[in-house]
């Protein structure tokens, strides 16, 4: 996108984003001086509260899709679309009770790797590996290349210098400051994203009534207001089983879980899921007013910002720039530290270097988050642009991770015959699906399947897992 | 059959105040636990 047609002039994109890349910068700096060992890095010392933990749990869900997307899915889907998009958050609600959980019977745990190959071997772990690692890598080169292509749109910055700059800026607090720069940062970013949400969506009321939006839409796009529109419906299964299995499996839910202080998971996740339930539906409502307020929307994916220029000129397009650089600094943060932990942990510990001192991992760990930050900055540099079909395709990857958590997480008959089984036919199943009938059915489908052959085995199994041996990991 | 404007009213007007309630309820959470020493 030209100078001319953003929504703000550069230099004001600049001194934004100069700014706040100060303000991270010199908070992870901060907090880092805290961090003596990889467990201070890895895990903030395994001590964090119930505000920052609830905070963190809802701003690493808030991604710049949550923001971006959901004004899009209404304006495509309509009213069914953004309630679609608040089954995410049933990830969250569901995982408060595995995260006591996972707390109680790993506390000395570090990564969901170190679960999958306690729980189930190696192989089952290998496996996971994989699949998480294709799915993380995916997500932090569309989150970093959505950076570049939404600070591009919103202010004209080069798409090139933005991309670089935030992802710049999240490797530099992540390396210095670890997890505790990510949670301290993300309370400060889950704030600053409500009170924009909640800002720019009365001031939009306050231009257009609901009423008028409502006549508007039945005048001119009635099936938005459709109670069974067939594609709406389908989107609602899609999201909600893609957000049980991204947070049941990822490492960046799991991380928090060995975090959070003991009694504090549980309380922090269902907190950070009613903090995220209504976002998708005040941050998506805007685009139904584009009709009624006359914005003209070229792109579908750019209705939110252009329907919050329009009614507030350059006050709502800076809230805007800055709701969305905090949403993609507070998951890109979460992906590298992760990412990163995941790598140290499962690779550079447990199969390189099983003696290193904690000094050592600590300094491996900034490594690795370095690295992952170039790898991602050299991915995204060619700008491909076509990174959310991949995300969508990592769908039954993630679905067919479901069942092996849950199970192995809860009875002792789950067993690494149903979690090998469960999670390879399931993805394979699923990727034929995606590729037969649509994305809409592959995650379901995966997991379906997934379900089944896990229960199957779980329930023929003899073998009973004795829990002790999820705590030797110290 | 469509949603009605009262249904939107509903959920548009419910989520703002939803958004609006929880940021203040995190705010106090944050006071209480420095208060209690409680961050981390």
């Known amino acids: 996108m030209n100078e001319a047609a953003a929504l703000l002039p550069p230099s004001v994109g600049w001194l934004l984003l100069a700014l706040f890349s100060a303000l991270w910068i010199g908070l992870g700096v901060y907090w880092g001086r805290r961090n003596k060992s990889f467990e201070d890095h890895a895990l903030a010392g395994r001590n964090i509260g119930l505000a920052l933990g609830s905070a963190t749990a809802a701003a690493t869900w808030i991604t710049s899709n949550t923001t971006m ?57 290998a496996i996971y590996m994989v699949f998480t690692l294709f799915y993380s890598l995916t997500w932090l080169v569309s989150m970093a290349m959505a950076g570049g292509i939404l ?42 994203i409500i009170v924009g949400v909640v800002i720019v969506g009365f001031a939009v009321l306050s231009h257009v009534s609901v009423e008028q939006i409502h006549e508007n839409l039945e005048a001119t796009r009635p099936a938005l ?3 069974l529109f067939p594609a709406a419906i389908m989107a609602i299964f899609n999201n909600l089983l893609f957000g049980l299995g991204e947070v049941f499996h990822n490492n960046v839910w799991w991380s928090r879980a060995f975090a959070f202080r003991d009694g504090v998971g549980g309380k ?33 994916d750019m209705v939110g910002p252009l329907v919050v220029a329009h009614v507030l000129g350059e006050f709502g397009a800076i809230a805007i720039f800055i709701v969305v650089f905090c949403s993609l600094a507070s998951s890109l943060d979460s992906l590298l530290a992760a990412t990163s932990d995941l790598l140290t942990e499962d690779i550079y510990r447990k199969l390189l270097r099983p003696d290193a001192t ?37 769908g039954p990857l993630v679905g067919a991770m479901i069942w092996p958590i849950v199970t192995g997480l809860y009875w002792r008959s789950a067993n690494a015959t149903g979690a090998v089984g469960g999670m390879l036919l399931g993805a394979g199943v699923g990727l034929v699906c995606y590729f037969a009938i649509g994305w809409y059915v592959a995650t379901l489908m995966a997991t379906a399947v997934s379900m089944v052959w896990v229960l199957a085995c779980t329930h023929l199994s003899k073998s009973r897992f004795d829990w002790a041996q999820l705590s030797e990991t110290a | 059959m469509s949603f009605s404007a009262e249904f939107l009213s ?6 703002l105040i939803w958004c609006a309630l929880t940021g203040l309820g995190l705010a106090a959470l944050l006071i209480r636990d420095m208060k209690n020493g409680d961050i981390w």
């Not at chain 1, 309509?78 to 506390?107: E, N």
């Not at chain 1, 930050?373 to 959310?388: D, E, K």
């Open chain 2, 10 to 15: 509903t959920i548009i007007y419910g989520s």
């Open chain 1, 69 to 125: 997307l959901a004004p899009q899915f209404a304006l495509e889907l309509g009213v069914w679309g953004m309630l679609a998009y608040t089954t995410a958050s049933f990830g969250l609600f569901l995982f408060a009770p595995m995260a006591g959980r996972i707390r109680k019977l790993m506390p000395t745990g570090y990564t969901s790797g170190d679960f999958f190959r306690l729980r189930y071997g190696r192989t089952a772990w």
């Open chain 1, 268 to 300: 922090a996740f269902a907190l950070g899921g009613l903090i995220w339930f209504p976002i998708p539906v005040a941050a998506g409502f805007i685009a139904l007013a584009s009709g009624a307020l006359n914005v003209a929307v070229p792109a579908a």
């Open chain 1, 151 to 192: 600070l591009n749109a919103l202010s004209g910055i080069p798409y090139a210098w933005g991309m670089t700059v935030i992802l710049g800026v999240c490797v530099a607090y992540t390396m210095r400051g670890g997890l505790a720069a990510v949670i301290g940062t993300d309370f400060i970013q889950s704030l600053i």
């Open chain 1, 225 to 227: 207001l459709n109670v």
């Open chain 1, 358 to 394: 904690p000094d050592k991992l600590k300094n491996m760990a900034q490594y690795v988050t370095l690295a992952l930050g170039l790898f991602t900055w050299a991915v995204c540099l060619p700008r491909i642009g076509t990174l959310a079909s991949v995300l969508f395709f990592a």
